[in-house]
């Protein structure tokens, strides 16, 4: 009964980012990021529906970058009501404050875990990367010079990856590494500075499939 009354209670908590979701011009997207968030992160709830996913990304601990994805998505809507909204969502739904995402063009499916002291500033991403924690994605010098990152692309722990350069698809970037050369397609780069040493071979495969790295 009392998990009842519960689960109602969150449910007309989260109504106002269901009112929001519904509304928005990123609609597509964001429903995309919430079925592959819940994809990598409990495929047994492949078969609920967008809202139950919803509120199980809401809810679920330690997952608070989902909100930052979704409140960059939603921007800022137009109107009294849509900004109160959004402004008590965000009250009750706290984002990571140390995850910032300003890049002007992020493809759907973005996975960032634990995004402790992580700055996602690219140029543009493709759809479907992870990212972890104490990244920089941004410039290198000057104002502008911000990479280009593929789809399926793989952002260990620590990385930066720097300048005006193109990550190719299904790249992987391993821990701690600086990238501030280009990447092609399926490679490999660790160091600092970064050296493609092989094929990602496999390693990208992980991501392709939906399944986080332990
Ligand atoms: C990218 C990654 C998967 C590479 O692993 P791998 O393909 O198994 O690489 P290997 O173990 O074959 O290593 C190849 C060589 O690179 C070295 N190496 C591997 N990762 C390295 C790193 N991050 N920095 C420097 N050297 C590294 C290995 O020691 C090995 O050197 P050797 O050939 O002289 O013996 C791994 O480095 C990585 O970054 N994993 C993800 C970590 C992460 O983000 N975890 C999340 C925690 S919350």
């Not at 402004?87 to 984002?95: G, I, N, V």
Request: glycine share 8%; aromatic share 8%.
């Amino acid at each position: 009964m009392l998990r009842k009354i519960l689960n109602i209670i969150r449910k007309i908590k989260a109504y106002p980012l269901k009112y929001l979701l519904d509304r928005s011009p990123t609609k597509a997207v964001i429903e995309k990021d919430i079925q592959w968030w819940v994809h990598m992160i409990d495929r047994s709830r492949s078969d609920d529906t967008l809202f139950e996913k919803l509120m199980f990304l809401l809810y679920a601990e330690n997952l608070e970058e989902f909100r930052n994805i979704f409140y960059y998505r939603i921007g800022n809507p137009s109107g009294f009501l849509k900004k109160s909204l959004l402004a008590l969502s965000k009250m009750m739904y706290k984002p990571r404050s140390t995850l910032s995402i300003s890049s002007p063009s992020v493809g759907p499916g973005l996975v960032i875990m634990h995004g402790f002291g992580t700055v996602i500033d690219a140029e543009k991403m493709g759809e479907n990367c992870l990212v972890f924690q104490d990244v920089v994605i941004g410039t290198k010098n000057e104002a502008d010079d911000r990479p280009t990152i593929g789809n399926y692309v793989h952002i260990s722990v620590g990385s930066k990856v720097l300048g005006r350069i193109t990550i190719g698809d299904h790249a992987v970037i391993a821990a701690n590494s600086v990238v501030t050369k280009d990447m092609p397609p399926n490679s490999l780069a660790l160091g600092i500075p970064a050296r493609i040493i092989k094929e990602a071979g496999n390693k990208a495969e992980y991501i392709a499939d939906g399944t986080i790295p332990a």
